[in-house]
């Protein structure tokens, strides 16, 4: 399994598909490793991506350099700045950017440090920010204190096993036996330090990029600088982790972007990964269309 050192982390990664596909950089949610993608990365890369999967910081098998500060608790800012040293080293310059959970707002900070036209020379082509926010809200806050309250006192298996109750839905405990029991040992194998987890989670309980994406807005300026037919924000119709209220309070946030949804709640990329994939691959597909329809024009 690769791995590449970036000044501060030595980052494990894996990519996926033939080196002439476009590029698809895929970001983990909070205490996710990179096998959170394997009912995607097969897909994608059938369909004509190259798919690059990486663990973040606090979680798998990336780990911190030996001389280098650890600066606990995590943000958004600092994951995105992680990405964005992988991203150089690899030098992939030009990619679709999704991410899930937290992933979507490691996405957005992103988007928001190092948007297209800017001095870093990157290019982001699209940008998908499923089942995430722009802002936690009262409920989500209270929820992330009472699991850091869990983690503490009892531990973060525990957590996890409480939250696949509320990601999963509940014909899918009733009818799919075996996937929930992969989900459990997946659960009971989880080896994530308690610092490391409540590192991330502060990432979930501080992201806020309300007044930024305002302040966008208001400028006419689009997230990443792309066009909001480049944006998309996908929900699960049932997820209440991440309630689709505020999904959509960030799909309203960005004017005129895609709005996509499937069934399923939180964990709807595995339980109904295929419609997952199926919207993830009509948003991506239908740029390249776009693409070439421009390019007849020209």
């Given at each position: 399994m690769p791995f590449v050192a970036t000044s501060s982390l030595n980052v494990h990664y894996q990519i996926s598909g033939e080196e002439h596909f476009s590029w698809l950089v895929l970001i983990n949610g909070l205490a996710d490793d990179v096998?959170?993608?394997?009912?995607?990365?097969?897909?994608?890369?059938?369909?004509?991506y190259r798919v690059l999967t990486y663990d973040n910081r606090g979680i798998?098998?990336?780990?911190?350099?030996p001389d280098a500060k650890d600066p606990r608790p995590y943000t958004s800012e600092l994951l995105a700045n992680d990405l964005h040293e992988l991203l150089n080293l690899l030098k992939i310059d030009k990619y679709h950017l999704l991410g899930?959970?937290?992933?979507?707002?490691?996405?957005?900070?992103?988007?928001?440090?190092?948007?297209?036209d800017s001095t870093e020379?990157?290019?982001?082509?699209?940008?998908?920010?499923?089942?995430?926010?722009?802002?936690?809200?009262?409920?989500?806050?209270?929820?992330?204190?009472?699991?850091?309250?869990?983690?503490?006192?009892?531990?973060i298996r525990d957590v996890m096993k409480?939250?696949?109750?509320?990601?999963?839905?509940?014909?899918?405990?009733?009818?799919?036996?075996?996937?929930?029991?992969?989900?459990?040992?997946?659960?009971?194998?989880?080896?994530?330090?308690?610092?490391?987890?409540?590192?991330?989670?502060?990432?979930?309980?501080?992201?806020?990029?309300?007044?930024?994406l305002a302040k966008l807005a208001a400028e006419g300026k689009g997230l990443a600088n792309l066009p909001p037919s480049k944006v998309m924000v996908l929900?699960?119709?049932e997820d209440i982790l991440i309630p689709v209220l505020l999904s959509s309070q960030l799909e309203r946030a960005i004017p005129d972007c895609r709005w996509w949804t499937t069934r399923g709640g939180h964990a709807c990329?595995?339980?109904?990964?295929?419609?997952?994939?199926?919207?993830?691959?009509?948003?991506?597909?239908?740029?390249?269309?776009?693409?070439?329809?421009?390019?007849?024009?020209q």
């Open positions: 096998s959170t993608w394997d009912p995607q990365v097969p897909a994608f890369v059938a369909a004509g798998g098998q990336t780990t911190s350099l899930i959970s937290m992933g979507g707002m490691i996405a957005q900070s992103f988007a928001l440090a190092y948007p297209n020379g990157n290019e982001i082509l699209s940008l998908s920010l499923c089942c995430t926010y722009a802002a936690p809200s009262l409920f989500c806050s209270r929820m992330f204190a009472l699991w850091a309250d869990m983690a503490q006192r009892m531990s409480d939250v696949t109750l509320w990601a999963f839905t509940v014909p899918f405990f009733l009818n799919r036996p075996a996937e929930v029991k992969e989900v459990d040992e997946a659960m009971d194998s989880l080896q994530m330090p308690l610092e490391e987890y409540l590192a991330q989670l502060n990432v979930i309980q501080t992201f806020d990029s309300t007044a930024a929900a699960g119709v990329s595995l339980e109904f990964s295929e419609e997952f994939n199926a919207g993830v691959l009509e948003f991506l597909n239908s740029l390249q269309y776009r693409q070439k329809i421009v390019a007849k024009q």
